[in-house]
């Protein structure tokens, strides 16, 4: 393949620059086998601090740490070729400064080669995307549930479904907006793409979390609709071969490599 045919990979200004227009495909990914599948169907591959409760069982993404999205985000890197590869900044890593924020920040980009960070939070986050936008991190900012925001928030309620919610919201989605990052009502007062999950089909585009969406997961939001149902076909699967090996069925002769015949 000549340098010309190459794929290029996409851009977080190749991401803003579709503000209004053709809506952005987004899921999470984790690793390099799921990053392979989605690349050539996705915008944007967001590796998610959601890893902590997906891959680890945690009860909330707090617990994450840099070291574990970094590795995740390795492994996104290796499996994808086009999409745009986003890594959340775990809860503890860039709220104390913003100087801790661009250390975080600068060590995930430096070290996966990922196109931008994500991290939550609107107006007491400004200052700080400021500073890292100023310094040529691209910054997906979040706003509405953070997540990483839990034991404060005290559940993961959904945000923006009274009137009451949207004046700190929209504060927020205009600050973020001003700092440089790049996510009805709150995509028309913005001139950055908005990303909804669970929102409404007018924002510029969608994301979920690939397990969610695939059935892999026990429980998921309301706002989730499955595409498949993985979950159980891998336990039909692991049932049947459980059955073969003990029945001594498996490994049939078909799956067994032959010996070598001896030289003459």
Not at 125 to 147: C, K, Q, S, W, Y
Request: net charge positive.
């Amino acid at each position: 393949m000549s340098a010309r045919d190459e794929i290029k990979r996409l851009t977080a200004p190749d991401i803003r620059a579709r503000k209004g227009g053709e809506p952005i495909v987004c899921l999470t990914s984790y690793h390099a086998h799921t990053a392979r599948l989605l690349d050539q169907h996705c915008d944007l591959i967001l590796v998610g601090d959601s890893l902590g409760m997906v891959m680890h069982g945690l009860q909330t993404t707090v617990p994450v740490t840099l070291d574990m999205m970094i590795l995740q985000g390795l492994a996104v890197m290796r499996g994808s070729k086009r999409a745009l590869v986003v890594i959340d900044m775990p809860f503890g890593s860039y709220e104390a400064s913003k100087e801790q924020a661009f250390m975080s920040a600068a060590r995930v980009m430096k070290e996966t080669g990922c196109g931008a960070i994500k991290l939550e939070g609107g107006r007491r986050m400004a200052e700080t995307i400021a500073f890292l936008v100023e310094r040529g991190v691209p910054v997906m900012g979040h706003i509405g549930l953070t997540p990483q925001s839990i034991n404060t928030i005290g559940s993961f309620r959904a945000q923006g479904r009274t009137e009451a919610d949207w004046g700190p919201i929209e504060d927020d989605a205009r600050a973020v907006t001003q700092a440089g990052a790049f996510a009805r009502r709150i995509t028309a007062v913005l001139d950055i793409p908005t990303i909804g999950i669970g929102g409404s089909v007018a924002c510029d585009g969608q994301i979920l979390v690939l397990e969610d969406m695939l059935g892999l997961s026990p429980r998921v939001p309301r706002f989730v609709k499955r595409y498949a149902e993985l979950g159980s076909s891998i336990e039909a699967a692991v049932a049947a071969y459980a059955a073969d090996v003990r029945a001594r069925t498996f490994p049939g002769s078909e799956h067994v490599y032959p010996l070598r015949a001896k030289p003459k």
